[in-house]
């Protein structure tokens, strides 16, 4: 066995994976990190609380019990210049009120930088560690969350359904494990710093873009980021001269209008580069065009601020990582279509 190079470490801070577990077939927390382990094979050490992994949510009892061990969890891993990455294996509820106590300030001590990987209620936690000089951030799915996203590409793509062979749950568990493999093959190039740029495919609906630019990203679920406006943690998505990302679901319009006018009063608008949309939909019902006709109420008057679709990220399969406090480039292609492309970090910086 070759030496393994630190800790990718899991956190589950948000929902329960009780569901994923009963998808995958196992009893809890020690075959789920031996499943992962098998993924990665010698080259890392697969860590997490065990306990947290395992804890149930009642929606109806404050969702979670654990809030100073879930907290004490993300403090250890950040914390730990052992741990390259650390993995949020699923979103879901309960995490934003536990933001106060996690211990950021101890990414100051650590002797190399850390990877995040996280999206929809972790948007906070990518977002703060991304703006810190030892931290990598990277809005990208969590790996439970393929469960939701397989099934509905079969439906909303494949076009199958319960009347089919197979099911859309069916093709879901046929494919789940490979694409899980593949998920965790993604971030340790990322880590390393190795394999081919990732792009991002997006169409400019509005505005007027140069050919080739730069950019840097924050942002993420519209709902949890409006959180963090007018927190102690606002400087971490300060939209100056950035892009914001912006996706959403299960949510009804006139919900979603309300987050739109949270950035508004906060001038977002006025201050930012560009917005990046990516998916937004509501069961079957896609919400992307809603979404952008609402913008155009909420963008001060004469605006040409550029806005740019994408359907790669959000809660949608396949889903694109895309950097958070990171250049990226952005390029338009002979079709007029733009391409966001970003390099893996140097090893160097890990």
Known sequence: MRMMRGAIHLIAPAGSLGSFYAVLGIKGAAQLIALVQECVGDAYRITADQAILDAEEDELQAGRTDDAARAGDITAALADSNV?????????????????????????????????????????????????????????????????????????????SDATDPTPDEWMRANLCHHIRDYFRRVIEIIEGRGEPITLPARLVRGVLADRFDA??????????????????????????????????????????????????????ERCAGVLLGDFHHGDRDLGPAVLTMLEYHLPPESRLPVLVTPEVGHTWPMTPIPLHRAASLSRGPDGEYCVCWSVPAPARL
């Open 84 to 160: 390259r990455a650390i993995v949020a294996v699923r979103g879901g509820a309960w995490f934003t009120r536990i933001l106060p106590r996690i211990g950021f300030s101890v990414l100051d001590r650590r002797e190399s930088p850390v990877a995040v990987f996280g999206f929809s209620e972790l948007t906070p936690l990518v977002n703060i560690v991304g703006a810190h000089r030892n931290g990598l951030a990277f809005y990208d799915m969590g790996p439970a969350f393929l469960v939701y996203g397989l099934k509905r590409h079969a439906v909303m793509v494949l076009g199958l």
């Open 216 to 269: 840097i990203f924050i942002g993420g679920n519209l709902t949890v980021l409006s959180t963090m406006i007018g927190s102690r943690y606002e400087e971490c998505i300060d939209p100056c001269r950035k892009w914001i990302v912006l996706e959403d679901f299960n949510d009804k319009p006139e919900r979603l209008d309300r987050f739109l006018a949270h950035l508004t009063l906060a001038e977002y608008w």
